[in-house]
T-cell receptor, first 114, second 114 residues
Framework: AQSVTQPDIHITVSEGASLELRCNYS??????LFWYVQSPGQGLQLLLK??????LVQGIKGFEAEFKRSQSSFNLRKPSVHWSDAAEYFC????????????FGTGTRLTVIP | EPEVTQTPSHQVTQMGQEVILRCVPI?????FYWYRQILGQKVEFLVS????????KSEIFDDQFSVERPDGSNFTLKIRSTKLEDSAMYFC????????????FGQGTRLTVV
C-alpha cells in the first residue's frame, strides 16, 4: 500500500538558519513527488515537484528537494529560512499510471523564531 | 495566473442537513478532485472526476457524498446528511493529465457541523 511518512511533526528554526524537512515514501514504483505548503488559513500551494530527470529540483520561494531512489526519500531544503516560511509543509506522492490522486504525508509544522 | 476557486470559504451547518460545496476548476483542466483535511490531520483523497464521471473514490466517499459538474464550469461536492465527523476543510483541485497528476488546489472550504 502507498504511504508517505513525514517523521517530524514540528520543527523550530531560527530565521536565517538552514532547513531540511524529511519525507519518505512507500510505493510500488517511483511515483511523482511533490511538496505543498499551507500557510495558516490558506489552501495548498505547490512548492516543487519531481517527475523525472535531475534528482535535485528547484521550487518557488528558494526551496529545493532531492529525490533519492535508494532511500525512497524526497527531502525538502532551504539554505536560509525567512519568517514568512512559517507554515505547514506536506509531502505528497502520485502514481505515474492509473489513479490520478495524491497521497499526502501528515505534514510538518515549521515555526521560525527571530 | 489561473486558479481554482472555492465557495464558500466557511460554512456552518446543523447535523443532518445537506450541504453543497462549490468549486470552479482551472478552465482547461480535465481532472477534478475533492480532498478533505480534518483539523490536525493529513489531507485525504475523497474522489476524482473525469469525463463527467467518477474515476476514483476512497473509502471515505460513501453514499452520503456525491459530486457533480452541473454546467461545465462548476464542480460540486454534496454531503447529503452531515455528521459531526464531516467537519473538516474541504479542498477542490484540478489537473491536466498529460502533465502528470500535478494538482492545483483551491483555498478550501471550512465546513463546521454543529
Amino acid at each position: 500500500a502507498q504511504s508517505v511518512t513525514q517523521p517530524d511533526i514540528h520543527i523550530t528554526v531560527s530565521e536565517g538558519a538552514s532547513l531540511e524537512l524529511r519525507c519518505n515514501y512507500s510505493y510500488g514504483a517511483t511515483p511523482y513527488l511533490f511538496w505543498y505548503v499551507q500557510s495558516p488559513g490558506q489552501g495548498l500551494q505547490l512548492l516543487l515537484k519531481y517527475f523525472s530527470g535531475d534528482t535535485l529540483v528547484q521550487g518557488i520561494k528558494g526551496f529545493e528537494a532531492e529525490f533519492k531512489r535508494s532511500q525512497s526519500s524526497f527531502n525538502l531544503r532551504k539554505p536560509s529560512v525567512h519568517w514568512s516560511d512559517a507554515a505547514e509543509y506536506f509531502c505528497a506522492v502520485g502514481a505515474r499510471t492509473g489513479a490520478n490522486n495524491l497521497f499526502f504525508g501528515t505534514g510538518t509544522r515549521l515555526t521560525v523564531i527571530p | 495566473e489561473p486558479e481554482v476557486t472555492q465557495t464558500p470559504s466557511h460554512q456552518v451547518t446543523q447535523m443532518g442537513q445537506e450541504v453543497i460545496l462549490r468549486c470552479v476548476p482551472i478552465s482547461n483542466h480535465l481532472y477534478f478532485y475533492w480532498y478533505r483535511q480534518i483539523l490536525g490531520q493529513k489531507v485525504e483523497f475523497l474522489v476524482s472526476f473525469y469525463n463527467n464521471e467518477i474515476s476514483e473514490k476512497s473509502e471515505i466517499f460513501d453514499d452520503q457524498f456525491s459530486v457533480e459538474r452541473p454546467d461545465g464550469s462548476n464542480f460540486t461536492l454534496k454531503i447529503r446528511s452531515t455528521k459531526l465527523e464531516d467537519s473538516a476543510m474541504y479542498f477542490c483541485a484540478s489537473s491536466i493529465r498529460d502533465r502528470g497528476p500535478e494538482a492545483f488546489f483551491g483555498q478550501g472550504t471550512r465546513l463546521t457541523v454543529v
